[in-house]
């Protein structure tokens, strides 16, 4: 029994010497969850419970042996984080700091992605390429930029500052700073040329595409009730 009590005590001290250091080396990454995410209810629940963190955890450790040139492990590692966490990100791509993925099944960042600082992702987003090219082929993100659940970002393009894109939205060109995009394919809807409130409730998004279907119903309302006063 004393041994058992020996091992259990060895397990929980390493145990919350993983947690001390996770919090230490992940410190933006749990806080920008917990900012980001109404549902988090504490530290312990983020660092053992949110995928999108063990993912950027694994990431963290396969883009490090990517850099040294350690291919075949950093491979190995992102596979790994894949299967236990249903998120994919290729050990290459480049992710800036208080990076957030919340949920996080589906999520595939390719190799050349390039993203900025305070970057939030949603469930299903892909960050993809168009094609069998070589170098640059999928996009840079900028920083503090929301991609909705289901979203396509594809091909070498460039996602502007403080930008917004929508859910299922399908992206393949250049989107400048502080604008919308919704639909497929994506349709930009600018924010004046100012920086959109991060608490961005996805339900108000401007539909370009819906606002025209809007304003020809009331052209065609007018018109008939114009017709019935002849």
Do not use: C, W
Not at 11 to 40: C, G
Not at 178 to 189: F, M, Q
């Amino acid at each position: 029994m004393s041994y058992f009590l020996i091992v259990l005590a060895a397990l929980l001290a390493v145990f919350a010497l993983k947690l001390a250091l996770l919090s230490v080396l992940f410190r933006e990454d749990i806080r920008a969850a917990q900012k980001r995410d109404p549902a988090a209810k504490s530290f312990l629940e983020i660092v053992l419970l949110y995928p999108g963190l063990h993912a950027l955890i694994y990431y963290r450790v396969a883009h490090a042996l990517y850099k040294a040139r350690l291919f075949f492990p950093a491979r190995l590692i992102s596979q790994l984080a894949r299967f236990a966490t249903g998120i994919e990100i290729h050990p290459g791509a480049v992710i800036g700091r208080r990076f957030f993925i919340d949920h996080g099944m589906g999520v595939v960042i390719g190799e050349t992605t390039v993203i900025g600082d305070d970057v939030l992702l949603y469930q299903g987003t892909t960050l993809g390429g168009t094609g069998i090219v070589t170098g640059k082929r999928h996009p840079t993100i900028g920083n503090s930029v929301v991609i909705g659940a289901g979203a396509k970002v594809l091909g070498n393009i460039m996602i502007g500052d403080n930008s917004y894109i929508g859910a299922n939205a399908v992206v393949v060109k250049d989107v400048p700073p502080n604008s919308t995009v919704v639909g497929i394919p994506g349709k930009i809807t600018k924010q004046d040329g100012r920086k959109m409130d991060t608490d961005l409730d996805h339900a108000r998004m401007l539909d370009p595409i819906m606002q025209a279907i809007e304003e020809m119903q009331d052209k065609i309302e007018k018109l008939e009730e114009n017709s019935r006063k002849v």
